[in-house]
């Protein structure tokens, strides 16, 4: 089910991406990018991510747009609120 959000928003258009998101999806891009090369250099230690780094970004600026609870979107995802919080 997260992979259909994902890209269920990722082929909206322009204007429709903005207004579900907050950013435009060139801002999208930069940002994935900035947390991949992140993530890229962090250790690799302990249990995977339950979410993949594009996952997590939409998922913090559905946060941040609509304000939803951690409870909310961990059920949207279908993770558990604890893993919704940073």
Not at 50 to 72: D, G
Request: aromatic share 10%; no cysteine.
């Amino acid at each position: 089910m997260e992979q259909d959000r994902l890209t269920r928003t990722l082929k909206m258009n322009r204007k429709q991406f903005r207004r579900r998101t907050g950013v435009y999806p060139e801002t999208f891009a930069e940002m994935e990018a900035v947390l991949n090369e992140r993530e890229g250099r962090k250790k690799k230690s302990g249990r995977p991510a339950a979410l993949s780094v594009a996952e997590q970004l939409l998922m913090t600026l559905e946060f941040w747009r609509e304000y939803r609870t951690f409870a909310h979107l961990g059920d949207d995802w279908g993770v558990h609120e604890t893993t919704v919080h940073p």
